[in-house]
């Protein structure tokens, strides 16, 4: 199955690259999210529970970045694993480009799924995928007014933002753990 999308972000296109590259926002703001571990280069593990009606498992993916254009672009390969539950696998083209006073966030994905939980009804897993969607760009966008609040609010609530995050960057893939839980389930929706 093939599909595309994308979302406009309030924030800047360095301010979201940073954002979707740094763990501490991928745990508050990734449904389900366990685990995110280095593996080798550009290659990491990630862990996330999903559930999906009576369907519930606990997915092991793997993800690799390639073609790294910081800070506008990667190609993601994803392949995950929840068991009995089911299985994707698949690419995600992700792009981030200025747009007037935010940014806009584009993908394209290619994905193959199957396994039990593809056979829970349709409609079902299109509200839980909506949700998840909703859900994580819902917490981005108060992480991120909480990281960057407007100008008047600035000198008071940026004052740990960057200590907070020193040391804990990682390589540009984290959209990737977002794109593999949330894509999975919308790939399982297209296949119903």
């Known amino acids: 199955m093939q599909m595309q999308g994308s979302r406009l972000l309030s924030i800047t296109q360095q301010q979201a690259w940073e954002a979707l ?58 392949e995950g694993n929840g068991g009995a539950a089911g299985f994707g696998k698949g690419t995600a083209k992700v792009r981030l480009s200025p747009q007037g006073d935010g940014t806009q966030l584009d993908y394209e994905v290619e994905a193959t799924v199957g396994g039990k939980i593809a056979q829970v009804g349709q409609r079902l897993i299109d509200g839980v995928a909506k949700s998840m969607s909703e859900s994580f760009f819902k917490r981005f966008d108060e992480e991120m007014q909480r990281r960057h609040p407007p100008a008047a609010d600035a000198p008071a609530a940026a004052s740990g933002t960057a200590a907070e995050s020193a040391g804990k960057k990682i390589p540009g893939w984290a959209w990737g753990a977002i794109v593999v839980i949330l894509i999975v389930l919308i790939a399982w929706a297209s296949q119903g």
């Open 21 to 78: 590259n740094d763990p501490e926002v991928l745990k508050v703001c990734v449904p389900g999210c366990e685990s995110i571990e280095p593996t080798a280069d550009n290659t990491y593990a990630v862990v996330s529970q999903i559930k999906v009606g009576p369907v519930s498992a606990k997915f092991k993916s793997t993800i690799q970045l390639t073609d790294i254009q910081a800070p506008d672009s990667y190609t993601l390969n994803f």
